[in-house]
């Protein structure tokens, strides 16, 4: 019997899951917008050049609707070529770049988080935690030093960074929806 992608270390995803225009969940130049980026890290502290990360979010009023539809696929070839770049989506999906970087270009959320999906290699299964802009109940609940790896730091104005630590000493708190 030969193993399922979920049996064997990855990464299958990589090849077929990212689309252009991924990490852009807000139109470019639309009110309000931000950028969260940062890089995912493996348990050494070394950049993950092929991961691949997923992003749901709250619009700024705090509802989940988004907005369906928005990629468009290429009539000859079928490929996707993209969103149509109008809609807030509310959902995106970035593969790290060779150093590990990712970038997302979205709104602030209503709710104060977006929730991140991890894909990565070396993990069987994939790993859910959230960006907080801001303190939150939730992160009350959390000893200091862990409440840290869920709440992105303000680098200037509408522009924040969150770095992933899959292990380690930073390791980024992981969320069990089970």
């Known amino acids: 019997m030969n193993p399922t992608p979920s049996q064997t270390v990855g990464p299958f995803y990589g090849y077929a899951l990212p689309f252009p225009g991924g990490g852009d969940i807000a139109p470019p130049g639309a009110k309000g917008g931000i950028t969260v980026h940062g890089h995912v890290y493996d348990g050494a502290g070394d950049p993950v ?3 691949l990360l ?3 979010q709250a619009d700024p009023s705090g509802s ?3 907005a369906p539809g928005t990629l468009r696929r290429d009539p000859v070839t079928g490929a996707i070529v993209g969103r149509h770049g109008v ?3 509310g959902f995106g999906r ?3 770049d060779a150093d590990g970087h990712w970038t997302l ?3 602030a959320p209503g709710n104060g988080y977006i929730s991140v999906c991890v894909f990565a290699r070396g993990l069987l299964h994939h790993l859910y935690t959230r960006i907080y ?3 939150d109940s939730f992160l009350d609940s959390l000893p200091p030093e862990r409440r840290r790896t869920l709440v992105a730091t303000a680098e200037r104005e509408d ?3 969150f770095d992933v630590h899959l292990q380690g000493e930073k390791e980024t708190v992981f969320l069990d929806f089970g």
């Open 49 to 51: 050049p092929d991961a």
């Open 54 to 56: 997923e992003f749901w």
């Open 64 to 66: 989940l609707k988004g």
């Open 87 to 89: 809609d807030f989506t």
């Open 94 to 96: 970035v593969a790290t």
């Open 105 to 107: 270009r979205t709104l």
């Open 133 to 135: 802009l801001g303190e």
């Open 159 to 161: 522009v924040y960074r």
